[in-house]
């Protein structure tokens, strides 16, 4: 059964960090391309980063230059490193495959605000 745990969201102030993880199980986790979403109550689910399998990135524009996305495939772990941040950052974050989604897990939220 395939286990996707997002972890690390919080509330911030505006220009702080955080450091997202989410945590695979029940896949060849190394085989597959992956990404971190991002959803706003009432909006749909936005693609922010993705990792391929030979470590490429690509990131949606309001995040480059602030977000880096990261995948440890011994640990089965990936990460998204979130600097600067900004209110309009403000949403439930979400780890998947980009090659077809599994089970969505819960999310971590990730709060900005002042």
């Known amino acids: 059964q395939v286990q996707l745990v997002e972890s690390g969201g919080g509330l911030v102030q505006p220009g702080e960090s955080l450091r997202l993880s989410c945590a695979a199980s029940g896949i060849l986790f190394s085989f597959y391309p992956m990404g971190w979403y991002r959803q706003i109550p009432g909006e749909q689910r936005e693609l922010v980063a993705g990792?391929?399998?030979?470590?490429?990135?690509t990131y949606v524009d309001s995040v480059k230059g602030r977000f880096t996305i990261s995948r440890d495939n011994a640990k089965k772990t990936l990460y998204l490193q979130m600097n600067n941040l900004k209110p309009e950052d403000t949403a439930v974050y979400y780890c998947?495959?980009?090659?077809?989604?599994?089970?969505w897990g819960q999310g971590t939220q990730v709060t900005v605000s002042s």
């Open positions: 998947n495959s980009l090659a077809g989604p599994f089970a």
């Open positions: 990792i391929n399998r030979s470590g490429s990135t």
